[in-house]
């Protein structure tokens, strides 16, 4: 871990920096205002988001269920959000690991609170406080610096079993928290993040495996037990059937294209005839005559296939490789192992869901529900990834 950070210094348990290689407060004030700003991440940023408010413009067009007007106020209210955290300090997060998984757990339970709790699509994952908000989103923020404070602590050499374990009991907290509402897909992204810090943060290659093996037992214990019980009782009762229809869905896409396999039929119709230049801004007949169901948030992928086309598709992937080697050189000139693996953390949850959306779109991935980073519509999404823009940005700014 020394080796990527290129920086001799570790984090102690007490949340202290021993060691050298980050600048003190004088030098890093006559870097100036503009030193402090990641130029080249706030350029793809912008381009990223500029492209997605075309798209999702373009997707709610004549859609009733959806606001253009709520998303513009998703990227102000981000915007503020992002110099807030942009003007803390990290560092000063690293000693608070027992209040953010406090946070955390408080956050993702929220929905099951009576009164303020809403059921939609069979999860309690949203709360109505005047508007409807998704607290597992922001739980995402605190997933991160959760997992990089406890990984921090050993200086990027877990050896020690029982210090694994107890990391590991860390990042496993909000993934069974969230799975109480239950959401699988940011579940998995929680996971995902909990991996990549564990890798980055030192972790044995052999704990790493066992782990990995574990969890891919418990998905086929799950899966029998589950199958046992119906035989049993004549229904399902650990998995949900609509998630038992989205991996049968994936493992065959053509075998029910009128009920379970419907969404992902249509969306591989949409992105097929966009062709190479695609069908144009508002021609995309499949999504805006209502055959894909959550073109503006799930698929909205294949919205923006069938209008500009592979071309269009490629340019969005090449912006989002432009992101993630700009966060990582960053990475690899934060002033800490705990900026470190903020940064990587929330490189891998963009990888994750870039990965996981673009994937489920064309048939290569399970059908999970996971947003597609500065893409999708939804107000309490925008809001996460302006924050974390502006968490790298305060990594950035104390290299």
Not at 63 to 92: C, H, K, P, W
Not at 276 to 290: E, H, M, P, T, V
Not at 385 to 392: M, T, V
């Amino acid at each position: 871990m020394a080796g990527f950070n290129e920086i001799d210094r570790v984090r102690t348990p007490e949340g202290g920096v021993v060691g050298s290689g980050s600048p003190d407060g004088a030098t890093r004030r006559k870097r100036g205002f503009m030193d402090a700003i990641p130029k080249s991440l706030v350029a793809i940023a912008l381009c990223l988001i500029a492209y997605g408010l075309l798209v999702v413009w373009s997707a709610v067009q004549g859609n009733e269920d959806y606001s253009f007007t709520r998303q513009l106020m998703g990227v102000g209210l981000g915007v503020v959000a992002m110099m807030v955290f942009y003007s803390i300090d990290y560092r000063q997060l690293a000693g608070y690991t027992t209040l953010l998984l406090i946070v955390n757990v408080a956050l993702i339970l929220s929905p099951h609170l009576p009164i303020i709790g809403v059921e939609a699509k069979g999860a309690q994952s949203w709360i109505n406080v005047g508007m409807q908000l998704q607290p597992g989103e922001f739980a995402k923020i605190t997933v991160i610096l959760l997992d990089a404070s406890v990984l921090a602590r050993y200086g990027g050499n877990l050896d020690d079993p029982r210090e694994y374990l107890k990391a590991l009991g860390y990042i496993l907290i909000p993934f069974a928290c969230i799975m109480t509402q239950p959401d699988l897909g940011t579940g998995l992204v929680y996971l995902f993040i909990g991996g990549v810090t564990l890798v980055m943060g030192g972790a044995r290659l052999k704990y790493l495996l066992i782990t990995l093996g574990a969890l891919v037992a418990a998905v086929a214990t799950v899966f029998a037990v589950d199958e046992m019980l119906k035989n049993a009782t004549g229904e399902y009762k650990l998995l949900k059937q609509y998630q038992r229809n989205r991996l049968l869905v994936f493992l065959d896409p053509g075998a029910d294209t009128s009920g379970a396999g419907y969404n992902l039929n249509q969306a591989m119709i949409a992105i097929g005839s966009g062709g190479f230049f695609g069908k144009g801004l508002l021609n995309a007949s499949q999504s805006s005559l209502g055959f894909v169901p959550e073109a503006p948030t799930d698929f909205i992928f294949c919205v923006l296939a069938e209008q500009f086309g592979f071309v269009g598709a490629l340019l969005l992937l090449g912006l989002y490789l432009a992101l993630v080697l700009s966060c990582i050189r960053i990475a690899r000139n934060a002033g800490d192992l705990f900026g470190t693996l903020i940064v990587m953390g929330i490189v891998g949850m963009w990888l994750f869901q870039i990965l996981e959306n673009i994937g489920m779109n064309i048939g290569l991935m399970p059908v999970t529900g996971i947003p597609l980073p500065f893409m999708s519509y939804g107000s309490s999404f925008m809001l996460v990834n302006f924050s974390l823009l502006g968490l790298i940005g305060s990594v950035y700014a104390h290299r």
